[in-house]
């Protein structure tokens, strides 16, 4: 019942910066948290970050600590991946996804935590 759409992946160079964007739309008042997950080639699919309903909490893996940041605009339902510093090991397909349950601690970070996921947006880092 939640669709989302992200945008804002690219072909960039080690060191450029990307803004990503995902559009949530449906029934979005019982969405909690906001996470970003991505998968390379041949990988599974991982946490990158997550963001609770306020923005109060977040959380990041610690290969992205100091170089992304997630935010969220709930009134355009929208959650953003500002991602600086870029290394060729981002490369993936980055996709966004909704929690609608409340996390014991913090903000869910697995994905089977999550509901709904969108489509994905390829971002590629050349070295």
């Known amino acids: 019942q939640v669709l989302l759409v992200e945008s804002g992946g690219g072909l960039v160079q080690a060191g450029d910066s990307l803004r990503l964007s995902c559009v949530a739309s449906?029934?979005?008042?019982?969405?909690?948290?906001m996470g970003w997950f991505r998968q390379a080639p041949g990988k599974e699919r991982e946490f990158v970050a997550a963001?609770?309903?306020?923005?109060?909490?977040?959380y990041y893996t610690d290969s992205v600590k100091g170089r992304f940041t997630i935010s969220r605009d709930n009134v355009q339902n929208t959650v953003y991946l500002q991602m600086n510093s870029l290394k060729p090991e981002d490369t993936a397909v980055y996709y966004c996804?909704?929690?609608?349950?409340?996390?014991?601690?913090?903000?869910?970070?697995?994905?089977?935590?999550?509901?709904?996921w969108g489509q994905g947006t390829q971002v590629t880092v050349s070295s």
């Open positions: 449906g029934r979005t008042f019982n969405i909690y948290d």
């Open positions: 963001i609770s309903w306020s923005g109060g909490s977040t």
């Open positions: 996804a909704t929690s609608h349950g409340v996390a014991p601690s913090g903000v869910h970070r697995e994905k089977y935590d999550y509901d709904y």
